[in-house]
Structures are given as C-alpha cells and as structure tokens.
C-alpha cells in the first residue's frame, strides 16, 4: 500500500483500528480523528477503503455505522491492541457524547507520561545532520560531565525508548557509536566537513546487529504465580517469549518490560520477568 498518500494510510488505519476493537466505525469517529466534517467526504473515505480492503466491512442501518465482518483481515493495521491503546493516548478529548464508543465514552483510561522538554531547535539540527549526513557540535550534559563537555558527533537515527528520546550517533571523542539524549544537548552548530569514514551507519555493528532475548517468569515465584506471567504476557514455561533487538537498543527493552539482569537482589512480584540467556545478553546492557 505504498502508492498511497501518508494521510489516506493513516486514515484508512484508523478505521481499521477502530472497528477491530469497537466493532464499528462511523462518520462521527472520522469527524474526531481527522476534523471531517463532511458527509460526503466521510463516505467517500469509507468506499476507497472499501475498495482497498474489500468484505472487511459492511455499512449497518441499525448499527448507524459500518461495522466488522467475519472475514476482517488487516490490511493497513497489525491487528494488535497498541494500535487501539495509541490512538486513544493520541485523542484523548474526543467527544465524550458519542454512544458505544470505547473512544469516546469513558471506558478506558490511559497513563501519559510526561512529554520530554526536548527543544525543537535540537530537533531540527539532529534531523538536518542526519538527513545531509554532516558532523554536529554540541554541548553535551551527561552523569559523568554533569557541568557539559564539547562533543563532535555524526548522528544517524533517532530513537525513544519508551520513557525518552535519544539519538544514536558516533562520537569522535570516544570514537565509537553509542547513545546522546536530546533533552542533554546544546548544539553548537553544524560542521558541513566531511565525516570519518568510520562514522557511517552500515559500519555501527552494535546497531545493524540483532540478538533474540529469551525471557521467562522469575522462578522465585510460586509455579500458580508464574502460570499467571506466562498468561500475562502471553507464553508457557515450555515455550518462553523470544524477542528480537538490535543490540543497541537491548538496554531499552529491559527497562521498558521492568526486567533486570541481577533480579536475584529484587523483590519477585515487582519484577515477575527475567532473562534466561542472561550471558548471552549482558555484554550488550549498561551497568545497573
């Protein structure tokens, strides 16, 4: 679905969303979501996707709506609750009025952390040295510099863990790849000179590299408390849930799961999970 414009997918996966998870999706949602106002134009969003996806939906006079068939099958979604869950947490004032609507209506209720105060300014000059692949000086506060100390860095992707953004570049001053939170950043500038060749994104292994994380329940749980983890998230004893990260960004993975390598000094309720290929995993997390 590539041919499509960026907004028509992000609309077509809405009312994707929204009627897997509410069984029905209506002009009123679109009016929410996008601020269409329109009859006409919600119905004719409603036939284009009709024709992309057809037999995923069928319009219901009782319904007032076009509701799900037996034969949905996602086409501009993954068909996961996190898509449902995310778009709720990105509208949080719909309209309240709207009848059975789990959107609207009250029913959920979502955690918002707090957005970090990354300027705009360290945004754009991030996304320029990555886009024009230039080298960016910056004042950079750390835990170990906590007054700041000049770095040159060549950034190349941006990425947030969950909690907050950072950038992955590679650092003169180490000489190594490794990650620059945004909110710690004073740019200096950009300096158009041509970066090292070591620099480039192909040649950080750390990042272009994937390992499998096997994680199971914390085994100083009862056997009933770790059927219900395995329940929670979805896999067995015998069958352990196997995810796959880059190496960079393993660290993050953990954190945002709640899991810790030396989970033997924490209380087993409030870490359930843990790591079974622990030492395949440790050379790749930072000091706890």
């Not at 992309?52 to 068939?69: F, M, Q, Y």
């Not at 180490?174 to 620099?199: A, C, W, Y």
């Not at 880059?246 to 409030?270: D, E, G, W």
């Amino acid at each position: 679905m590539s041919h499509l414009k960026w907004e028509k997918q992000q609309q077509f996966h809405a009312i994707e969303v929204i009627a897997l998870w509410e069984g029905r999706v209506t002009r009123r949602h679109l009016k929410e979501i996008f601020n269409i106002r329109s009859s006409a134009t919600s119905a004719k969003l409603f036939q284009q996707y009709n024709e992309k996806a057809p037999g995923n939906l069928k319009l219901s006079t009782t319904e007032r709506g076009n509701i799900l068939t037996e034969k949905f099958e996602p086409h501009f979604s993954d068909g996961k609750v996190d898509e449902y869950l995310a778009l709720l947490a990105r509208h949080p004032d719909l309209n309240p009025n709207v009848q059975g609507s789990f959107v609207s209506s009250g029913f959920i209720e979502t955690i918002r952390m707090p957005s970090p105060a990354v300027s705009p300014a360290v945004i754009r000059s991030v996304v320029q040295a990555i886009q024009s692949r230039v080298r960016l000086d910056i004042w950079y506060f750390s835990q170990s510099t906590p007054d700041g100390s000049e770095r040159i860095i060549v950034p190349h992707t941006l990425v947030y863990s969950g909690m907050r953004w950072h950038v992955r570049a590679w650092c003169e001053l180490k000489g190594r790849f490794t990650d620059f939170v945004l909110t710690r950043m004073r740019i200096n500038g950009l300096d158009p000179s041509s970066p090292q060749e070591e620099s480039a994104p192909e040649r950080d292994d750390q990042w272009n590299n994937h390992i499998e994380i096997v994680i199971g329940p914390n085994p100083k749980l009862t056997a009933e408390q770790q059927g219900l983890v395995c329940k929670d998230f979805g896999f067995t004893i015998e069958q352990p849930l196997v995810l796959t990260a880059r190496r960079a960004l393993i660290h993050y993975q953990l954190l945002a799961m709640n899991i810790y390598l030396n989970h033997r000094h924490f209380t087993p309720k409030a870490h359930p999970l843990i790591v079974i290929n622990r030492d395949e995993i440790a050379p790749y997390t930072f000091d706890e």
